[in-house]
């Protein structure tokens, strides 16, 4: 059966929407879409109601486009508010063969997800790291493989209980169940990055509009994670201050023709004003040293959050996000952070936008967990031309009732597998 999923991206100043279907070595994209959103700021949703019918818009048009009706969403998240959690489960395989069996793996999940934190969080990621069994320790999941116990060492990443279920409540209320969960600094890792560089350490910068994520990953783990007010819209106002012109036109300067490359000619003027009464013209090269400086110093912020881990090795840098869309930027931020560094832009055809990077690590996400996909609820149905189907996964989390009036579709994320019964 082909496992077509949906992947919504909400972040502060846009909604992205991918669905694409998931083969054994590839990703065939069958609809992307960003959508201007007004409803969030620095993470938390100002406006429900904006943003009930910003995700309902965007669901409308790929329902329309692909002939179906997307019913269920994987969700990535901000990591602003984002806690991250290195834990232990262990426990004994209950086949008479000792025989590892999806119930055992589901069972050391929920015993990895006992531990102290704080009763405002709550968990939305339970990743498997590595298994321990009697004899040997892999890094998949040990399914038919023979050991009297089980016990796996997992990555836990929690959330601000409130923000998570303002979240849900708006995805409920657009119609949509939640059938998996992460945030974006774990997902654009599963996309940028491969297996070795998350092992022996790598670095993420993840520049958005109004802020940036720098995370750093080692031995399977993230170890580092840290959100900042710093991006895209640095920069935009740093051409409107430096040339005195309104944001909404800095911003289209910045995208038309933004660089950060040295060695322009001057003879292409892209804007005049008068100053005291004598005109004024500013070229590329003049946007381009003005978007230099301020990328450096963007850049010598990000180098201080870095000095956190700071010791003394170098590791893959890479910058995804949609505000890392700018020629050159790697090599200012090579020049400050003193390591190599490479702007990440994804290979897979109808998805090559820096933004969508989180989208598309997602899906490797809901792959890593195939063996615990369920085949009772459908994600989406495509025409009968190709009789395709996505299977709805179910999460790896599961909320205590603490407040009685979260039980909408919503709940069955956190009620699934991870259940208590």
Known sequence: MKRIYAVLDIGSTTLKLLVAELMSTNINILFTKK???????????????????EIRSIIKEADVELNTTITSIALVLPSNYARTYQTKGITKVNSPQDKIEVSDIVRVLKIAQR?????????????????????KEVDHMPLGMRSASLKVEALVITTNKKVLYSYLTAVEK????????????????????????????????????????????????????????????TLTCAIADAWQISMEQAEI????????????GEEDIIHTTIVDGVEKNYTQRDLSEVLQTA????MAQIKHCLDAINDGRTYETVVVGGGGELPCLNLIATDVLGTPVRCYRPETVGARDMSLVPCLGMLYCLDDRKELIGEDVVSLVLPDLSSTMSLKVRGLTMAKTETTHHKGKFRKFFDSILSDD
């Not at 406006?47 to 009930?52: A, G, R, T």
């Open 35 to 53: 959508l201007a959103s007004h409803a969030i700021e620095g993470g938390l949703i100002k406006n429900e109601e904006v943003l009930v019918d």
């Open 115 to 135: 531990f102290e934190k704080s009763k405002k969080e709550e968990i939305v990621s339970t990743i498997p790291v590595k298994y321990l069994l009697d004899t």
């Open 174 to 233: 657009a119609g949509l169940d939640v059938i998996d969960i992460t945030i974006d600094a774990y997902a654009s890792a599963k996309e940028a990055f491969d297996a070795v560089y998350l092992q022996e350490g790598a670095v993420m910068i993840n520049i958005g509009y109004d802020h940036s994520t720098i995370s750093f990953f080692e031995e399977g783990y993230l170890k580092y994670l840290k959100t900042v007010p710093i991006g895209g819209y």
């Open 253 to 264: 300067y910045k995208v038309k023709y933004g660089t950060c490359e040295n060695g322009l």
């Open 295 to 298: 990328v450096w110093e963007m």
